[in-house]
């Protein structure tokens, strides 16, 4: 069965750091491109970062560029999202997706983990 | 503000028929990325509806539709269920921002 498990969340201080992990199972790990979406609380998915099979293409959404760094480690089938400086609207549940391949234009995103809740709160 | 405009919320009694629209611009739909839609029930991960436009993954009923047109997409859902009570988004690329974006979300009420 093909799973995606993140975990990693928990409550952080604005400005503070947190890194969340999105454990893959089930499928050939480095083979695909693999996403962050994420949803605050009543709010809509907003996409937030990717990196393709071989980690050798990363994007950031304008939002957290610059703050956040997409990683991945394809001998523990492992997708990482490092956070820092995070404020306020950083608050939300944090998906990781499985692209559809590679690394394309036209990816979607199946399956998805069951997410993983930052909160940012002094 | 997303870059793919959904309606907020569309409604309709069971067996009915419903759509949702998915509005972008000549940087997304209309520059022939493909739109792929999403459901999410309450509480829980979003699951893919249909992908490529007008594709079903398996397991997924035929009662649900997808189609493509100029800048614009749009998901069908006939025979309307109580389960069918769920968020919908629409998903693409968009070259002006050099990334994937989702569409800003439909709840659909089953009344």
């Known amino acids: 069965e093909v799973q995606l498990v993140e975990s990693g969340g928990g409550l952080v201080q604005p400005g503070g750091s947190l890194r969340l992990s999105c454990a893959a199972s089930?499928?050939?790990?480095?083979?695909?491109?693999m996403h962050w979406v994420r949803q605050a609380p009543g709010k809509a998915l907003e996409y937030v970062s990717a990196?393709?099979?071989?980690?050798?293409?990363?994007y950031y959404s304008n939002s957290v560029n610059g703050r956040f760094t997409i990683s991945r480690d394809n001998s523990k089938n492992t997708l990482y999202l490092q956070m820092g400086s995070l404020r306020g609207d950083d608050m939300a549940v944090y998906y990781c997706?499985?692209?559809?391949?590679?690394?394309?234009?036209?990816?979607?995103?199946?399956?998805w983990g069951q997410g993983t809740l930052v909160t940012v709160s002094s | 503000q997303s870059v793919l405009t959904q309606p907020p919320s569309v409604s309709g009694a069971p067996g009915q028929r419903v759509t949702i629209s998915c509005t972008g611009s000549?940087?997304?739909?209309?520059?022939?990325?493909?739109v792929h839609w999403y459901h999410q029930l309450p509480g829980r991960a979003p699951k893919l509806l249909i992908y490529?436009?007008?594709n079903r993954p398996s397991g997924v009923p035929d009662r649900f539709s997808g189609s493509k047109s100029g800048t614009s997409a749009s998901l069908a859902i006939t025979g309307l269920q109580p389960e069918d009570e769920a968020d919908y988004y629409c998903?693409?690329?968009?070259?002006?921002?050099?990334?994937?974006?989702f569409g800003e979300g439909t709840k659909l009420t089953v009344l």
């Open positions: 997706a499985r692209g559809s391949s590679s690394w394309a234009r036209n990816n979607w995103f199946d399956p």
């Open positions: 089930g499928f050939t790990f480095s083979s695909y491109a």
């Open positions: 990196i393709s099979s071989n980690g050798g293409y990363t």
């Open positions: 000549s940087s997304n739909i209309g520059a022939r990325y493909d």
């Open positions: 490529g436009n007008n």
């Open positions: 998903q693409s690329y968009d070259d002006s921002l050099s990334g994937w974006v």
